[in-house]
């Protein structure tokens, strides 16, 4: 062998010096890695991924520098952290109200069977409840369930946001957020009729409210907090509060995300009012534009339940750059689905997954985009495994504006998750991804890595007891039984207004004595 040119380092100091670039560095050698080659994901068979710090230095079949910890992964299925674009970090207490149930007039839509108050006054409906638990069982559920990256739509304003920050620090979740403003609400009567009451000026004050908020703590945690403006429904935006979002969006150089085309109500609405859909409206308000995340956008112009032929809502979408969140369960439980998946995707819709609702399991999530779009089309072929796993990694990724994210590639962030695949119910493996909607569930999930941080490991959360935050988000729905009847309209009691699926038991005795 010729000796090294002179002024040329010896293969010896090359490798010393990699030795010691790598100290701290963990490898985890897997049966599967979805690997990204820098256009698209690729399947790696029995490879490995190196992180040092909060991010990935090396993927391959192999790695043979020196690595202070390495971890044998085999049955397993290594992916990149899941990007929720669309959640309610909290215990989801009246979405589990109103499954089988709800106010038939409300044609579907879910949240006004328990968000209006009454006129003049009146408790909320989680006015008994703690909030800071909710916000711990919403976190850790994320996290258990392979979420690490999360679009927390603006909830947490018992204190102005404040402990949703503090809460996503402590657990190392990477989460956009800002405290929402709406300058709609929702009362009701003592007939139970519902009123939208818009106020204009309170919006705009609780906007610059949230613009000065984001601007505080941009880059807490180490970066893994970002700001994101949330106007909550877009049904209620008036076209000052666009205009507004729109400028304070640019001089925090932060993104926009809404509920938007998720009633029905709402797009016949906006048609009378204007002549224009809930899309289109958007757009001619400016805000329709790449980093914006369009919660739900199922009703657009096509969409069979809405009985406006006129689809070019999906091309106004594909040219804009904004993304839509697709949050197939909290629709699917009220007995909708989107028109469709697919659609949207051969149209040009850039597309991501949210966990709008209850148990917020992405893997459930994607799984239901899977075949709810296959079930709206009548194609086995549509919403496949492949787009679905795309629209909830790389998908999110581009919603944010990110590179670095949703992704196992050298560079990246260090957002990892394992998966036992030797689990009973995932059984044998074609492929991992198929295997990873249609058998696996997030019970499987082993390790989640954020920013190079261990934040579950043996499917534990390790920020804080989960199983306490449970009992006191148990603990709360005793505490909405016993004030429901303040709460609602009619005065009657929770099982008078939404009855359990199962009658309470009565022994022979008592039903001999009745």
């Avoid at 038939?104 to 006015?127: C, H, I, Q, S, W």
């Avoid at 469709?340 to 799984?367: C, N, W």
Wanted: hydrophobic content about 40%; proline content about 4%; glycine content about 12%.
């Amino acid at each position: 062998m010729c000796p090294p040119a002179a002024g040329q380092p010896s293969l010896d100091r090359v490798r010393k010096v990699n030795e010691a670039l790598n100290v701290g560095a963990t490898a985890i050698h897997a049966s599967w890695i979805v690997a990204f080659d820098g256009t698209d994901h690729r399947l790696l068979e029995n490879g490995v991924v190196v992180f040092r710090g909060n991010r990935i230095i090396h993927v391959g079949r192999s790695f043979e520098g020196a690595v202070e910890k390495r971890i044998d992964a085999r049955g397993r299925l290594l992916i990149p952290g899941l990007i929720s674009t669309h959640a309610h970090v909290g215990a989801g207490y009246g979405d589990r109200l109103i499954v089988d149930g709800g106010r038939r007039d409300l044609l579907r839509t879910g949240f006004l069977n328990y968000e209006p108050v009454k006129v003049g006054g009146g408790p909320a409906f989680t006015a008994r409840t703690d909030p800071d638990a909710a916000i711990r069982y919403g976190f850790g559920l994320l996290l258990r369930h392979g979420v690490t990256t999360v679009v927390e739509m603006g909830g947490g304003l018992f204190d102005g946001g404040e402990t949703m920050v503090r809460r996503a620090g402590e657990c190392g979740i990477r989460l956009y957020y800002g405290p929402s403003y709406n300058p709609g609400r929702y009362e009701v009567d003592g007939n139970g009729r519902i009123s939208r009451i818009i106020e204009e000026t309170r919006g705009l004050r609780d906007l610059d409210r949230a613009g000065d908020f984001i601007a505080r703590h941009a880059g807490a945690h180490g970066g893994r907090f970002q700001g994101l403006l949330i106007p909550d429904e877009a049904f209620n935006c008036t076209p000052a509060i666009l205009e507004r979002t729109r400028t304070v969006a640019d001089a925090l150089g932060v993104g926009i995300t809404l509920h938007v085309a998720e009633q029905v109500y709402e797009f016949h609405e906006a048609l009378r009012r204007t002549g224009r859909t809930p899309v289109r409206l958007l757009e001619d308000g400016g805000v329709l534009r790449p980093r914006t995340i369009l919660g739900h956008c199922r009703f657009t112009g096509g969409n069979s339940q809405t009985a406006y032929a006129f689809d070019d809502d999906l091309d106004r979408l594909a040219q804009s750059g904004a993304t839509v969140a697709h949050a197939p369960m909290a629709g699917m439980r009220r007995g909708g689905i989107l028109e469709s998946f697919q659609r949207y995707h051969d149209r040009g819709v850039k597309l991501s997954i949210g966990t709008d609702t209850y148990p917020l399991d992405m893997i459930a999530e994607m799984r239901a985009a899977s075949m709810l779009g296959k079930i709206a089309d009548r194609n086995v072929e549509a919403a496949n495994a492949a787009a679905v796993f795309r629209a909830a990694t790389l998908g999110g990724a581009d919603a944010l504006g990110r590179t670095d994210i949703g992704r196992l590639a050298p560079g990246a962030k260090a957002d990892l998750v394992l998966l036992d695949f030797n689990r009973l119910r995932v059984g044998p493996v074609y492929d991992p991804i198929r295997s990873l909607l249609h058998a696996a569930s997030s019970d499987c999930v082993e390790t989640v890595v954020v920013d190079g941080r261990t934040v579950v490991e043996g499917g534990r959360v390790l920020a804080w007891d989960i199983d306490a935050a449970t009992a006191e988000v148990r603990a709360g729905v005793e505490d909405i039984r016993r004030g429901f009847s303040e709460f609602h309209w009619s005065g009657k009691n929770l099982d008078e207004v939404f009855p359990p699926s199962l009658p309470p038991y009565r022994s022979a005795e008592a039903l001999l004595d009745a």
